[in-house]
């Protein structure tokens, strides 16, 4: 009942365009807090709907999947969440996908953040993950299945000395358990003792710096969730072989649900994002028609000076 | 507490969002709590996670102590002499050593990764071939599309010579390809702002109003 | 000596992460460390000194009653809450048998987190949703041709990255070619772009990093290029 009269108000306010479109063209552009009704419509309705969009998969999501399906039961991944919560709707998906994934398939998670609150968004993540009946059959123990190291500010130079070094930069993990009484990190010295890092990263510090340092430094093998604003920017790293994959934004986050077989908060947020969309390129378009008829009719009532 | 906190994101959610019809003193209000809420969650985790679990711990209470990390303190407390006009010149000095540390560190790590690897990956392999040795055309062509687009990008970027003739078509050249950058990137913007306002509209849909699962 | 110090401190910390990258031994190496765990000190005292800053300049408004003056109040209030909390947390935490941290789920600062600070911060940054799409429809414009390419490939970008074209033209064409379009585009010419960009930003850096570690760029510590 609720998604039929989304999806009627849905068509209606797409027809309520054509007159923002006459509106435009006559040289009287309708106020800004129009446009802001039309945003949050755009947004409102279609989460009203509850469709989950067939979404094709892409290259670079598919890499992510090819490299951590690789990985063996037991091997040591390190999680790096530099990402706060207003960066949440895009990462936070994926991260619990991949907690899930990680969970199910035994590997040993090592958290970590160089944003202050990134261990917290790793505990949500955690807590989401464990929920699934699956993983809350492994009966998983923290300190031995998985940990979470907190944060330690410093940016680069927190990733240049866990090179040498973990224990120099966490000398107790979030719980306040001192890091040679961790059962899982007895044997984890620096990033030789990684089989691979899965940064979540919104900005800096983050997959730039885990690049420069982790990468190049220290040789780590290395994929990247990335809010869609970096995203762009880390592409030249995918294809220099510097990052081995990269979910990039929300649509990213859903392909990586739908290739874990993981259904999750990204897969029913895409068709409220693609309406997003939408609205934009409408009103993109609808602003260069008026501007272009609006030239054309200058043009015509300018007298041409011979 | 749970539903009580739902209500309080909530209220301070709406509260920030009535900017958006004008400015008004809830908005303020809200703005103001953000401000000092922001300011003092920052504070206490550096001071947990920092100055007590590395300093405190690590210099002080130890069984092993490291006296180096008094030194890092020393310079700590001379940067909040800039709180103080008179002695704020002392300030100068733990900001000379942040500069200079990550001048060092950037001088080397952004030539290895940004300049030297991807000048590599530039020129390297412009002919693609799968691993029986036959060419792939269209991934040559990708590889040939970076290799104009960053030659003729950093052309753009030289500014030591006038931009006419081949070099001036060339610098052109560059401006589409960093427009198209530009262009995707306006994209991926868009995407990312819209997520930050989907994940909003979720909460106060599904975990506020329950109109939503 | 109030410029020379500082100049000298830079180089010195300047030169040992630069030579440490390349000789990671004695006495390099060992400094790097020492180096690394200073940098992690001193930034966090530089929050403190923030966040002392705030209630400095907020404190002088209010003693003065400039405009606007509750709202600063409100700022202290709130800023001097969340470190009560916070500290009352920090330490009952450590104190506890056993040891428990400030943040830990079922905390007040954890509450805090969760239901005050997220949805400040998350709801601030969304409003650039529409701010967006405002600018979208009052100032993006296919002037010429840079701004035709930029709207062009703007368009194929968020219309491929989610299934919007490919679902219009699906009952025609069931192929995701404008998601591939999108791939291709993020692929090639945006990693070209991306690329000039990253090496010339890579170079100004190196140039930069060095006159301030030689001590002919001295605006950090109050003076400007020799």
Redesign the interface.
């Known amino acids: 009942m609720m998604a039929t009269m989304a999806t009627i108000a849905t068509v209606v306010v797409g027809l309520t365009l054509i007159y923002v479109l006459y509106r435009t063209i006559k040289g009287r552009p309708v106020e800004r807090r129009i446009v802001f009704v039309y945003i949050a419509f755009s947004v409102i309705l279609p989460l009203m709907m509850q469709i989950s969009p067939p979404l094709p998969i892409t290259g670079d999501v598919l890499k992510v999947y090819d490299n951590i399906k690789v990985l063996q039961p037991g091997s040591k991944v390190l999680c790096a969440f530099d990402y706060d919560p207003p960066s949440a709707p895009e990462l936070q998906p994926m991260a619990v996908a991949f907690m899930k994934y990680a969970f199910k398939h035994d590997l040993k998670v090592i958290i970590m953040g160089l944003w202050p609150q990134g261990p917290q968004q790793a505990q949500m993540a955690v807590e989401e993950a464990m929920l699934d009946p699956e993983v809350a059959a492994k009966n998983l123990q923290e300190g031995i299945d998985w940990v979470n190291l907190g944060f330690q500010s410093g940016n680069e130079f927190v990733i240049q000395s866990m090179g040498s070094e973990f224990k120099r930069m966490f000398p107790k993990d979030d719980r306040l358990v001192p890091y040679d009484s961790i059962p899982l990190m007895k044997n984890v010295v620096n990033f030789s003792n990684i089989d691979y890092v899965m940064n979540f990263s919104s900005g800096k510090p983050g997959t730039v710096e885990w690049v420069q340092i982790g990468v190049d430094r220290f040789g780590v093998k290395m994929s990247a969730g990335n809010t869609a604003v970096q995203a762009p920017m880390v592409y030249p790293y995918l294809r220099a072989g510097q990052l081995l994959g990269i979910l990039g934004g929300m649509s990213g986050a859903a392909e990586f649900e739908k290739v874990l077989d993981e259904e999750g908060d990204a897969s029913t947020f895409l068709l409220a994002q693609m309406f997003a969309h939408a609205t934009v390129i409408a009103f993109i378009i609808i602003g260069n028609i008026a501007f272009f008829i609006g030239g054309r009719r200058k043009k015509i009532t300018t007298p041409q000076v011979k | 507490m749970e539903l009580f906190g739902i209500w309080i994101a909530a209220l301070l959610t709406l509260g920030i969002y009535s900017f958006l019809y004008k400015d008004n003193p809830v908005y303020k209000a809200t703005e103001a709590i953000f401000v000092g809420v922001s300011a003092g969650y920052w504070a206490v985790v550096y001071y947990f996670d920092n100055i007590y679990k590395k300093f405190w711990e690590g210099a002080v209470t130890s069984d092993n102590p490291d006296y180096w990390m008094y030194g890092g303190a020393v310079l700590g407390l001379l940067f909040l002499t800039r709180l103080f006009p008179k002695i704020g010149w002392i300030s100068r000095w733990p900001l000379a050593f942040i500069v200079g540390a990550t001048a060092g560190l950037y001088m080397v790590i952004y030539f290895v990764t940004n300049a030297m690897n991807q000048t590599a990956s530039t020129i390297m392999d412009i002919v693609a071939r799968n691993a029986a040795g036959e060419i792939l055309w269209m991934d040559t062509l990708g590889t040939l599309v970076i290799l104009v687009g960053v030659v003729t990008g950093l052309v753009y970027f030289f500014f030591s010579k006038e931009h006419k003739g081949v070099f001036g078509t060339a610098a052109k050249v560059g401006t589409w390809f960093l427009m198209i950058t530009f262009g995707a990137s306006f994209g991926y913007t868009v995407m990312s702002r819209m997520s930050l306002f989907i994940g909003r509209m979720d909460f106060l849909m599904s975990d506020w109003l329950h109109i939503i699962k | 000596m109030?410029?020379e110090?500082?100049?000298l401190?830079?180089?010195?910390?300047?030169?040992?992460?630069?030579v440490s990258?390349?000789i990671p031994h004695f006495p390099f190496?060992e400094s790097?460390?020492?180096?690394?765990?200073?940098?992690?000190?001193?930034?966090?005292?530089?929050?403190?000194?923030?966040?002392?800053?705030?209630i400095?300049v907020s404190w002088e408004k209010i003693s003065r009653k400039k405009a606007?003056w509750p709202?600063?109040l409100?700022?202290?209030?709130?800023?001097?809450?969340?470190?009560l909390i916070?500290?009352i947390d920090?330490y009952r935490?450590?104190n506890a048998e056993p040891?428990?941290?400030?943040?830990?789920?079922g905390t007040s600062?954890?509450?805090?987190?969760?239901?005050?600070?997220?949805?400040?911060?998350?709801?601030?940054?969304?409003?650039?949703?529409?701010f967006?799409?405002?600018a979208?429809?009052?100032?993006?414009?296919?002037?010429n041709?840079?701004?035709t390419?930029?709207?062009?490939?703007?368009?194929?970008?968020?219309?491929g990255?989610?299934?919007?074209l490919?679902?219009m033209i699906a009952p025609i064409w069931d192929y995701?070619f404008f998601?591939?379009l999108?791939?291709?585009?993020?692929?090639?010419?945006?990693?070209?772009?991306?690329?000039?960009?990253?090496?010339?930003?890579?170079?100004g850096?190196?140039s930069?990093?060095?006159r301030?570690?030689l001590g002919i760029e001295r605006s950090?510590?109050?003076g400007g290029t020799r």
């Open positions: 109030r410029r110090i500082p100049i401190i830079t180089s010195v910390a300047g030169l040992v992460f630069a990258y390349f190496g790097e460390s020492i180096f690394g765990d200073w940098v992690t000190i001193v930034q966090a005292f530089a929050i403190w000194l923030g966040a002392l800053n705030l400095k606007d709202f600063a409100l700022i202290v209030i709130s800023l001097v809450a969340t470190l916070g500290f920090g935490g450590l040891q428990y941290s400030f943040r830990d789920p600062f954890d509450w805090l987190f969760r239901h005050v600070y997220t949805a400040l911060t998350s709801t601030m940054f969304s409003m650039l949703a529409f967006v799409g405002s979208s429809y009052r100032a993006f414009r296919a002037r041709l840079q701004a390419l930029l709207l062009i490939a703007g368009f194929f970008v968020m219309g990255r989610v299934p919007l490919d679902q995701p998601s591939h999108a791939d291709w585009i993020m692929t090639f010419p945006n990693t070209a772009g991306q690329r000039a960009i990253m090496i010339g930003i890579a170079l850096v190196m930069s990093s060095l301030i570690i950090h510590v109050g």
